[in-house]
Structures are given as structure tokens and as C-alpha cells.
């Protein structure tokens, strides 16, 4: 839920994805006790540090927010997730390009979110994309093919195949990926 109590539903993951999969809603400002609604917050850059802080009265949710994602990410990490949808431009929950501001209130879009940072390191292997650019359809395809080869990769895994096994999901990985190129090569 937006920091104004209003949404930004999206009907590709809602109604399409939405059919096919089980999501695990997150919501960080509200998850670290910042309510809704609630005053907005934004990346600031001190120094070396990145940190986030409300727009209006500057209060720091910084290390409240960082303790709250390594929390939320080791237990989200036990739910045996495919693949993670996070929020564009959001200071929790951005990927790419989100606004940090400096010290003379300039915006540079050079930051990811205080979530999506911790969600990204612990969960390297986990296919992430931002709700937004699933819009774009070769990321769609992309983003789903991802979610697939993670999930064999993982059922591998967990089976204690043998090095055949392994070497026949590589194989299999391969053609989906040069199945997924010849897709993207037709509708360009």
C-alpha cells in the first residue's frame, strides 16, 4: 500500500501472473510499523551511506528498515519463492534507478531500494524484476522463463540428483533459453 493509503494495482500481475502463482504480500514501510497513511520517504546520501528519512520532519528509518529486511528476507527465504516483483522507484522496495537525493536536495537516480538491496544480496539467485518493466514484453518472457529455470534448478537441487541429472537440466535450460531467443527475435 502506498505511503498515501491509495495503490498502484497492476493488472498483468493481479489478473495474468496472478492466476498462476501464490504471492506473499510484502510491504516494508508498513511491515517496520510506519502505518498507512504515512508521511512520505525518500533516499538520502550521506556521505558514503545511503539512508532513508521522511520528506517532511526527516525522521531516519534507516536502521530500522535494514534490521526489518535481513529479518523479513531470511524468513521470506523459507518460503520456497520463485522469483520476487518489487515496486519502481520506491525507496524500500526499487531495484533500478530510484532517486537519492544529496546534501543540496539534487536527485540522481543511481540507488536501489533499503529492501530490494538486502533482498538482491542474501537471495542472489532469485529472479527479481520491478512491477513496471514487466510491461515491456521481451522482460515479461524473460522474468517468467527465469522463474521456471530457477524453480527446476531448485526441485535438482533439493532432489540430490545425480552430475547426469544436472548436466541434462543444463541441457534442457539451454534450449528453453534459445526457444525463449527465437521468441524474442520474431516479435522484434
Known amino acids: 500500500m502506498r505511503f498515501d493509503g491509495g495503490h498502484k494495482r497492476d493488472p498483468f ?6 492466476k498462476h502463482v501464490e504471492w506473499v ?5 508498513v511491515e517496520v510499523g510506519m502505518g498507512t497513511p504515512r508521511e512520505a ?6 556521505g558514503e551511506r545511503t ?3 521522511t520528506v517532511e520532519t526527516g525522521t531516519d528509518y534507516t536502521d530500522e528498515m535494514n534490521q526489518w529486511a535481513r529479518r523479513r528476507v531470511v524468513a521470506l ?5 520463485d522469483g520476487y516483483v518489487l515496486k519502481k522507484n520506491s525507496p524500500s522496495c526499487g531495484l533500478l534507478s530510484v532517486k ?12 536501489q531500494g533499503l529492501f530490494a538491496a538486502v533482498l538482491t544480496e542474501q537471495l542472489p539467485l532469485l529472479p ?4 513496471e518493466r514487466l510491461s515491456d514484453t521481451r522482460l515479461r518472457e524473460n522474468f517468467v522463463a527465469r522463474l521456471f529455470a530457477y524453480r527446476r534448478l531448485k526441485d535438482h537441487v533439493q532432489s540430490g540428483r545425480t552430475a547426469g541429472a544436472v548436466l541434462a537440466f543444463h541441457i534442457c535450460l539451454q534450449l528453453q533459453v ?4 527465437l521468441m524474442v527475435r520474431d516479435h522484434v
Open 13 to 18: 500481475l493481479t489478473g495474468e501472473l496472478g
Open 25 to 29: 504480500a510484502v510491504c516494508p514501510e
Open 41 to 46: 520517504v525518500r533516499l538520502v546520501r550521506d
Open 51 to 53: 539512508r532513508m528519512v
Open 77 to 81: 527465504a523459507g518460503e520456497d519463492l
Open 100 to 111: 537519492v537525493f544529496d546534501e543540496t536536495d539534487r536527485a540522481s537516480h543511481h540507488g
Open 128 to 131: 527479481v524484476e520491478e512491477e
Open 178 to 181: 534459445q526457444l525463449c531467443e
